[in-house]
């Protein structure tokens, strides 16, 4: 059971890439409670709750169990592809879930932060700020657009931060285009990083911290949490190999028309983020992170 000496936080995504560094950032400070579903939550300290998300009563009943004074829904189905093959089954997790715990939290009077995404802008005119329109390309950004705004409807109070594209392990495990990158070293075959594909990354560490202090401040509505560095996914791919050792040789550089996608790729969805700077979001410069990220995975196991 989480402690009773602290206030109490809801974590969901816990076993992700996101939610466990929030678990990690957060367990100082808070007693924090990591929902999972499949995966339990990897983080020691973490009390690991099993819940179905898409399960309103059983939210309900999750939320009225723990009494958290806050919740951060870093849970999603956030892979582009599978939400365009399979958008009633991603919709569950992606909006419905997200409103459930919106509601829970409004009922119960605890703070809410919905983690959403760059995705929710086409990249034709970045840098993009809280207040400009968005336009997603697909599914997953779409039901992104839709679950801010039914969380805003259900939760006046809440805080609807997009993150940016994100980097780092969870645990020992190397996750996302760290995972990719020693899959491809390990199976002797190029990765290909495209040179025109523009984002403000962040490690998760850095993210979990901006969210932990969107948490702690009176802030509503929308808030955009990027790195301050714009880079294009060759740029990105190079710093990491570089942080890992493994060679540059490795990045097969190509452009969005040679590898189509369905749905398509935003060129460019880089976050302005100068609201959360004004609330004292600084991360850290990106080659910082990058072997801070790979400094801690290195400490698991050998790369």
Known sequence: ??????????????????????????RNEWAVCG????RPAPVA????????????????????????AAVIHAAAVADPVFCENNPEVSRRV????????????????ARFIFVSTDLVFDGQRPPYSEDDAVSPLGC???????AEQGVLDNDAAACVCRL?????????????????????????????VFVDEYRT???????????LLALKQPIRGRLHLGGSERVSRRDLAVLLAQAMGLP???????????????PPRPPDVSLCSARAAARGFSPPALSVQVERAVGMLKRFQEI
Do not use: W
């Open 164 to 192: 940016p594209l994100m980097f780092g392990a969870i645990g020992a495990a190397p996750a996302g285009f760290l995972g990719a990158m020693l899959k491809a070293r390990d199976e002797q075959r190029p990765i290909p």
């Open 201 to 211: 990354p962040l490690a998760a560490s850095a993210a979990a911290d901006g969210l």
């Open 140 to 146: 997953y950004g779409r039901q992104k657009v839709q």
């Open 94 to 109: 992606n909006v419905d879930a997200a409103m459930a715990l919106a509601k829970a939290c409004r009922n119960s009077g």
């Open 45 to 68: 300290g973490v009390d690991a709750r099993c819940c179905d998300l898409r399960d309103a009563a059983e939210v309900a009943r999750l939320v009225n169990d723990v009494r958290p």
């Open 1 to 26: 059971m989480c402690s009773n000496h602290m206030k109490r936080l809801l974590v969901t995504g816990a076993s992700g890439l996101l939610g466990s560094a929030v678990c990690a950032a957060a």
């Open 248 to 262: 540059v040789s490795l990045l097969r550089p190509c452009r969005q028309r040679d590898v189509p996608s369905v």
């Open 35 to 38: 929902v999972h579903h499949s």
